[in-house]
């Protein structure tokens, strides 16, 4: 099993920039390809972006591409999210997830393990 807590959240303005932390503790993270998804209130949560487990590959949903960008440190058993231009309509709760999936899936029931999520406020 594999214990995962974001960070990083916080408020910003439209326009600016954040990165997020997913650390992860248990099994390596290495075993797994990872995701990030969001969810606003009363909203459906929704894939952001996954990268695979050596993070040699990733992907991104389309509200996402040319903005935010995926990376990880295996080393260090974190995942990032970088977010840049950020818009209002990026407010959510921020979450990483991993899967055992051997290709890079975009479902929550794909999803075997979670973070708690970190909130992610953008003002205009």
């Known amino acids: 099993q594999v214990h995962l807590v974001e960070s990083g959240g916080g408020l910003v303005q439209a326009g600016g920039s954040l990165t997020l932390s997913c650390a992860a503790s248990g099994r390596p993270v290495s075993r797994y390809a990872m995701g990030w998804f969001r969810q606003a209130p009363g909203k459906v949560r929704e894939f952001v972006g996954a990268?695979?487990?050596?993070?040699?590959?990733?992907y991104y949903a389309d509200s996402a591409k040319g903005r935010f960008t995926i990376s990880r440190d295996n080393a260090k058993n974190t995942v990032y999210l970088q977010m840049n231009s950020l818009r209002p309509e990026d407010t959510a709760v921020y979450y990483c997830?991993?899967?055992?999936?051997?290709?890079?899936?975009?479902?929550?029931?794909?999803?075997?393990?979670w973070g708690q999520g970190t909130q992610v406020t953008v003002s205009s």
């Open positions: 990268i695979t487990s050596g993070g040699g590959g990733t």
């Open positions: 997830a991993a899967t055992s999936a051997l290709v890079l899936v975009t479902t929550t029931p794909e999803y075997h393990y």
